[in-house]
């Protein structure tokens, strides 16, 4: 079957931009994952959803970030009043329950000029 | 907290090598441990998850070891190829929370 899919896969923007960046996950993974992972560096951790809840949200850097699963499938990162350190690839996860193989998707890579 | 260390950051070898990848764990109180691999401008693969019950999982030329009281993993490549050449990440499923830490990687280079 499909794997992780996210939009866009490259997106740029101008400071001071609201961005919203899409993941879908693999049909039937009830728990899905958001990280950020900068150059040279291994991802880390943002927040995560077990079906429409968002069960852990210490990640997030500010509240400037935001994220949603409202029906417990597509998940929605959206990140308002964008910066020049927002710069990332946002990489979404998506597995079959807690505590077990995480999937990942292609990531988006955002650029904040 | 929980902090992941892979060593060597970078590694360089001729092909049909076998070769030992490291990664180490400060909190032994862990769910499982995953090992992905990289390729640029790409999403990361799964590769093998070890539960924490577990000693070693084998996929192929790839075999992983678990020793949890120790905080330690390793991933050994039999007879690499140049199309093992990738950034290998570890990550650890801590206990009490459901958000993989990973490691910095190690960016391996198989020479023809």
């Known amino acids: 079957g499909a794997g992780v899919s996210q939009s866009p896969r490259y997106k740029v923007t101008k400071r001071g931009q609201d961005v919203a960046l899409r993941c879908d996950p693999i049909?039937?993974?009830?728990?899905l994952y958001w990280y950020r992972q900068a150059l040279g560096q291994g991802p880390e951790f943002l927040t995560y959803f077990n079906y429409e809840a968002q069960q852990d949200k210490s990640g997030l850097p500010n509240d400037r970030f935001s994220a949603e699963r409202p029906e417990g499938s597509i998940s929605t990162l959206t990140i308002q009043r964008t910066e020049q350190r927002d710069s990332a690839m946002y990489r979404c996860?998506?597995?079959?329950?807690?505590?077990?193989?995480?999937?990942f998707g292609p990531g988006t890579r955002l650029t904040v000029l | 907290k929980q902090e992941v260390t892979q060593i060597p950051a970078a590694l360089s070898v001729p092909e049909g090598e076998n070769l030992v990848l490291n990664c180490s764990f400060t909190d032994s109180a862990i769910y499982n441990l995953q090992w992905f691999r990289q390729d640029p401008g790409k999403g990361l693969t799964s590769l093998l998850l070890?539960?924490?019950?577990?000693r070693e999982q084998t996929s192929g030329r790839l075999n992983a070891s678990l020793d949890k009281s120790s905080g330690r993993s390793t991933l050994y490549i039999a007879a690499s190829q140049p199309g093992d050449s990738a950034t290998y990440l570890c990550a650890v499923t801590i206990q009490g929370a459901q958000k993989l830490v990973f490691g910095q990687g190690t960016r391996l280079t198989i020479n023809p």
């Open positions: 070890i539960q924490s019950s577990q």
């Open positions: 996860a998506s597995s079959l329950r807690l505590a077990v193989e995480q999937f």
């Open positions: 049909s039937g993974h009830v728990s």
